[in-house]
């Protein structure tokens, strides 16, 4: 399994970057996890988006999903422009129906709803999902191939549910929209401090701290997550790759 970031900040991409998208590689086949605003810009860097062969969406704010319509059109013009590939299946969840329905498009995507309760097949990945902390329905993520797994907080604050549902994860791809003095939960939002705690307890093996702040020095993020886990961590950068 291989990781891919293609935006990293949180509410916002700043000047030439995206905020969340993620792009998972195993066998061949290529999921895309979230798309949010300045996703589309950066994503051909990497692959075309008429190559995706998925995408799943955590929740529905707008630095998770704005460039989901211009995913839509990308795939809509390489079709006029003679290319042909199948519908794109987008994965997102139906506990907001005027988002949803949104994701189905002429017969460019395809909006399938996942049900958070069951695992969730998509080509070679297993997905299983834990509902977050956070003002909307949002949902984080396992993803589990060649006897590897991934763990995608989403949008959340701290809970404990995610010790289990995170126990010995390879990599966990954490939301860290706090430095360590500040209290995201009434924002829905972890903190460093939080966020090493997280991957202490839940046996990570490597951390990566994403959905980041605007302001301050984000690389105290990780000297603050250090004081918790004493593991691997690093703050998401653009275009970086992790094989499993």
Not at 129 to 144: G, I
Request: glycine letters at 10%; charged letters at 20%; proline letters at 5%.
């Amino acid at each position: 399994m291989k990781l891919t970031v293609i935006g990293f900040w949180g509410g916002y991409p700043k000047k030439d970057a995206a905020s969340s998208g993620y792009l998972l590689e195993h066998e061949g086949f290529r999921l895309l996890v979230d798309c949010g605003s300045g996703v589309l810009a950066k994503l051909p860097n990497i692959v075309e988006p008429e190559e995706l062969d998925a995408v799943i969406l955590s929740h529905y704010h707008p630095d998770h999903i704005a460039d989901i319509g211009v995913l839509q059109h990308a795939r809509l013009i390489q079709g006029f422009l003679g290319k042909q590939f199948p519908t794109l299946p987008i994965y997102g969840h139906h506990f907001d129906q005027h988002e949803f329905t949104k994701l189905t498009y002429k017969t460019i995507t395809k909006g399938i709803a996942y049900e958070p309760n069951q695992v969730l097949s998509i080509g070679p990945f297993q997905v299983s999902f834990l509902k977050t902390d956070h003002p909307v329905p949002c949902y984080a993520m396992r993803f589990e191939a060649g006897g590897k797994s991934l763990v995608y907080t989403g949008d959340s604050a701290f809970k404990e549910e995610f010790i289990q549902f995170s126990s010995n994860a390879d990599l966990l791809l954490c939301e860290c929209n706090f430095y360590g003095h500040q209290n995201g939960k009434s924002a829905g939002h972890m903190n460093s401090v939080e966020a090493g705690r997280f991957a202490r307890e839940a046996g990570i093996k490597q951390l990566i701290l994403t959905h980041l702040p605007h302001y301050g020095n984000v690389s105290d993020l990780v000297h603050e997550a250090s004081i918790e886990f004493t593991g691997i961590i690093k703050l998401a950068e653009e275009f970086q790759t992790i094989a499993l």
